[in-house]
Structure formats: C-alpha cells, structure tokens
C-alpha cells in the first residue's frame, strides 16, 4: 500500500451513520484521560472497547467492507482500537501512532449531527514537512494514512460538542 491519505466517504447511508453513533454512544464506557508529548499534555475521553464483543464486530464490518470496496488485503489484524473524545479547546497533540513504516490508521468521523464546529483531522506528509494538511470532519468520512505520519485531532469550537473518532491502529497491508 502507497504511502498517502485516502478518504472515504459516502460507505453509509446517513441512518447507518446515526445508528453507528447511537450503537457507540450506547456501549462505551467513557473514560476522562489525558496524554502527554514532550511538555505537552492533552486531556480527553477515551472509550473502552477493549473487551466488548458487539463493538469488535462492528468494527470488524468497518474494515471488511472499505478492504471489499478498494480490494485492499490485510496482512495482519490491527494491533489498536481507540474511541477518543475531544472537547472545546482541547486540540490533540502531534503524534505518531507508530514510528515504523508500513502500517496504516483508519479513523473513523463518529458524530452524526451538527459537525460544522466539530474539530477537524490534520497531518503532515513527510515529503513537505511545512505542509499540514486538513481533512475536514464530515459525519462517516474514513481517513486511511500512513500510521508513522505525524498527525493530530482538533477540538469543537463551540462549547458542548464532544467530537468523537474511532481509530484502529498499526493496520499491516500486503
């Protein structure tokens, strides 16, 4: 697989997105947590998906239908699933979600509704360093990238929003 950024959209219907979003809403337990970078710290919410079941084959279904639509074969299983939240002012951190080459992020845009003030998606390709580029959040966009790329996650510019992300990480492609 290339190394660049692939935008998926339009895989479901705009009941399927809402269903999608109620389901995680409905099934996560929500965690306030924060990560740090340096000297710099980030709080935000996680959700643990780690041992439910409905949620793994939901996300499974995720990743079968995109690899069906672009006949993309998976090497492995991905290594990392995370569910974040982010709130008013709390722009992630630049990061990596693994430093080696060869693996890939898909992030899933949860929110349903209202997303014209939610936080948009950022990276940087390593080809054009002074170049960040941003993937504005739309309502069941996916965004494929290179998983070393570094990258971030804005926060809603209004108060009350929780902008919400699934991320399945370190994915390995044939």
């Not at 697989?1 to 895989?11: C, G, N, Q, T």
């Not at 991320?167 to 044939?174: D, H, P, Q, R, V």
């Given at each position: 697989?290339?190394?660049?950024?692939?935008?998926?959209?339009?895989?479901y219907s705009e009941i399927e997105i809402e269903e999608n979003e109620k389901f995680l809403?409905?099934?996560?337990?929500?965690?306030?947590?924060?990560?740090?970078?340096?000297?710099?710290?980030?709080c935000f919410w996680t959700g643990h998906i780690d041992h439910n079941t409905?949620?793994?084959e939901m996300f499974n279904n995720f990743l079968l239908e995109i690899f069906i639509r672009y006949s993309i074969k998976?090497?492995?299983n991905y290594n990392r699933v995370y569910l974040n939240g982010q709130t008013y002012e709390l722009n992630g951190n630049?990061?990596?979600?693994?430093?080696e080459a060869g693996y890939h992020t898909l992030l899933y845009m949860v929110n349903a509704e209202d997303t014209d003030n939610i936080g948009d998606f950022q990276y940087i390709?390593?080809?054009?360093?002074?170049?960040?580029?941003?993937?504005p959040f739309k309502p069941g966009r996916?965004?494929?990238?290179?998983?070393?790329?570094?990258?971030?996650?804005?926060a809603p510019s209004v108060k009350n929003k929780l902008r919400i992300t699934l991320?399945?990480?370190?994915?390995?492609?044939?």
């Open positions: 697989m290339s190394e660049k950024v692939f935008i998926i959209d339009d895989l809403l409905e099934n996560v337990i929500w965690q306030y947590g924060q990560s740090s970078n340096g000297n710099d710290i980030t409905l949620i793994k998976m090497v492995d630049w990061h990596q979600d693994c430093s390709d390593p080809s054009n360093k002074s170049d960040i580029k941003t993937v996916f965004v494929l990238f290179p998983s070393h790329w570094k990258h971030r996650g804005l991320a399945y990480k370190e994915i390995k492609f044939l």
